[in-house]
């Protein structure tokens, strides 16, 4: 957002050109003074102003233009933009008109044409209105704005995408936000146009995509290389720290993210074991430090896309996305990661975005205020999720089948929990149903050791029940263990399989899967230690099998 502003506006050139070099020469330091000769295209540039988040201060009007009176543009203008000042610019026999405007459109000041000289008749009422406004002006938020319904799961992920891709952004519910019923009323917006996403530009996209937005925000939608050395597939801890190692190291380095970095760490309110944090940092924190690393020595960053294959040609990997378009690499990395598992629960696909959520308390937590939430899961994400709902929410539960935290959650975040007062243990418990209208209200659980059911009030429901490894897409024979995640290294000989598609003299490398030179690092890959520092270390691994593989082709 620039300047406060000045608007004025007149039909007589000669009566504008004056009003303008004034105050121009008294305040152009501190607002910028903007006018227009004509009613409609002034509407029109109040309307982008506020999509902009752009701020009126003082409109000043003539009375009398053929469009339309200084009256009533003064009392449309107010629509828009209610705390502005509003001083009218009236002749002798305006008087009345302008005395009348006082209580009609609560004027501030009215001002006889002509105002010479403006030090003693311009700028001292100015002077105070200017005063008046800055005492009560508050700056509003000047990035994106994303208007929608709370309980619509596209506007869910959109918030979580831009959330996730470290934009900041204001979410106006478009039921209960007076701002954002005012830029709908402005605008025409009607429901089939939500979610909408207005730019600080002003561009404005109804219900649009992730790419969409993603092209808009500055995300690289386009590969720039013919072929690449090293392709990185997932870009969380691992595929970040892989980026960072091999841009670093002179290799051509592409990375490539279906929906946001950082994977689910990037979502983690607190990561307080990571080494040389003694502090801790978020998962945002570390997702931003990592991006930055990478691009700075080079890395390429390309999201949202999804991969849909792998093929081989020669000596090079062909990746293959879900619009079709085809890179070619000389080695590759996958570090997709995990998905979160899941519950197929009566009534949790009818309300998951709508309530419910998997991961995301970053992204819901402030539309959770005084409210009961639950957190379904008994680890270290669901801990950290607690903890940071409790900020925010009432009361919140977690539910585990299991007596307590002891044998899935790190011993600091259980004496977190247990020292905060607003956070409780539902142990021995499970979900029955989700319940509700158009969105969540109520749970039904269950005692496993009673079987004795209860419904309780649930505003939310976060979801953090194990995980899936994100590998459907994996072909090329690449060996996976029976619950799909990729095996690698010398564990593979054991698999029945392994000689019919391993061809090469040597044995594979540590994080080498059964297609040379295509890798696998991080949670995505079988004996893991899914934890951020493991898949950190795995990840910058990774690149000096790239370059020992690269050394022999």
């Known amino acids: 957002m ?217 995300l690289n939608a386009k590969v720039k290389l013919q072929v690449y050395d090293v392709v990185i597939i997932g870009a969380g801890p691992a595929g970040l720290a892989a980026s960072v190692y091999g841009a670093s190291e002179g290799l051509s380095t592409l990375l490539i993210e279906r929906k946001a970095p950082g994977g689910q760490a990037g979502t983690s309110s607190r990561i307080e074991n990571y080494l040389g944090f003694p502090a801790g940092l978020s998962g945002s924190e570390l997702t931003r430090r990592a991006i930055t690393q990478a691009t700075r020595f080079g890395t390429e960053f390309l999201s949202p896309q999804s991969v849909k294959e792998i093929k081989l040609k020669d000596q090079y990997k062909t990746i293959v996305l879900e619009d079709g378009t085809e890179i070619n690499a000389r080695a590759v990395v996958i570090t997709t990661g995990v998905d979160y598992r899941k519950l197929e629960t009566k009534g ?97 659980l269950v005692d496993l050791n009673s079987s004795e059911e209860r419904d309780v009030p649930a505003d939310a429901l976060f979801i953090f029940i194990g995980a899936r490894p994100y590998t459907d897409w994996v072909g090329l024979q690449i060996i996976k263990n029976n619950k799909g995640f990729i095996e690698t290294g010398r564990d593979m000989k054991s698999h029945e399989s392994f000689r019919q598609v391993w061809k090469m003299q040597r044995d594979p490398y540590l994080l080498e899967t059964s297609s040379p030179g295509i890798f696998a690092a991080g949670d995505v890959r079988a004996g893991a230690m899914n934890r951020v520092t493991s898949a950190v270390g795995e990840g910058s691994m990774s690149i000096s099998f790239v370059h020992q593989y690269l050394s022999e082709v």
């Not at 106006?172 to 207005?198: E, H, R, Y």
């Not at 247990?418 to 749970?443: M, P, Q, R």
Request: proline content about 4%; glycine content about 6%; overall charge negative.
């Open 2 to 218: 620039g300047l406060p502003i000045i608007f004025s506006i007149d039909d007589d050139p000669q009566v504008l050109r004056a009003i303008s070099r004034d105050l121009k020469a008294q305040y152009r330091d501190r607002y910028r003074v903007l006018s227009t000769s004509s009613v409609s295209e002034a509407m029109e540039s109040l309307v982008e102003l506020q999509n902009k988040g752009e701020e009126v201060a003082i409109f000043v009007s003539d009375q009398r233009m053929p469009e339309m009176q200084g009256v009533d543009f003064l009392e449309k203008a107010m629509v828009i933009f209610p705390f502005a000042k509003r001083v009218l610019l009236t002749a002798y026999s305006d008087t009345d008109a302008a005395i009348k405007a006082i209580n009609d459109v609560q004027l501030d000041y009215y001002l006889m044409k002509p105002w010479d000289p403006p030090e003693e008749k311009l700028y001292p009422a100015i002077d105070e209105l200017l005063h008046d406004w800055q005492a009560n002006y508050r700056p509003d938020f000047t990035g994106i704005k994303v208007i929608g319904y709370q309980f619509s799961p596209k506007s869910h992920e959109i918030k979580d995408f831009l959330a996730g891709n470290l934009v900041p952004y204001q979410w106006m519910d478009a039921s209960t936000n007076d701002a954002g019923k005012q830029i709908i009323k402005t605008n025409g917006l009607c429901p089939t146009d939500f979610p909408t996403v207005i730019f600080d530009d002003g561009t404005i996209l109804r219900t649009p995509s992730l790419l969409d937005v993603a092209s808009h925000i500055g």
């Open 348 to 444: 949790i696909s009818e309300f998951t975005g709508k309530g419910i959520y998997y991961g995301a308390a970053s992204t819901e937590a402030s539309s959770c205020g005084n409210k009961d939430v639950y957190v379904l899961g008994g680890g270290n994400s669901a801990g950290q999720a607690a903890m940071y709902l409790s900020k925010f929410a009432k009361n919140v539960y977690i539910i585990v089948r299991k007596d307590d935290l002891t044998s899935s959650m790190s011993s600091y975040l259980i004496d977190q929990i247990k020292n905060t007062e607003n956070v409780s243990i539902l142990g021995c418990t499970e979900i029955v149903e989700a319940k509700g209208d158009d969105h969540l209200e109520s749970l039904r």
